[in-house]
């Protein structure tokens, strides 16, 4: 079993930044790729971005260029740094992790971007 955590969600105005985090726990060594996701109201959940465990990254392009995901192994923890933030990128964050076919999702964090 895998625990994901999400934390650094918030208000922030638009053009802002927010750095969220998602710290893993249990079986993480069973885990090789981890992404982040949002659902805003109304609409279904998509990705944001992915890393795998060679670092290997992928973006959604409404993303591309504003936001980074990364990973520290040391602590077992996945990050997302979004700069630029937009009011179109409010919605709740949720990550995930990918273990050969079972996927793991943590609670999800409300990020809400003001105009």
């Known amino acids: 079993q895998v625990q994901l955590v999400e934390s650094g969600g918030g208000l922030v105005q638009a053009g802002g930044s927010l750095r969220l985090s998602c710290a893993a726990s249990g079986s993480i060594s069973t885990i090789n790729t981890m992404g982040w996701y949002r659902q805003a109201p109304g609409k279904q959940r998509e990705l944001v971005a992915s890393i795998t465990s060679g670092g290997s990254t992928n973006y959604a392009a409404s993303v591309k260029g504003r936001f980074t995901i990364s990973r520290d192994n040391a602590k077992n923890t996945v990050y997302l740094q979004m700069n630029v933030l937009k009011p179109e990128d409010t919605a709740v964050y949720y990550c995930?992790?990918?273990?050969?076919?079972?996927?793991?999702w943590g609670q999800g964090t409300q990020v809400t971007v003001s105009s």
């Open positions: 995930r992790g990918a273990a050969s076919s079972i996927v793991y």
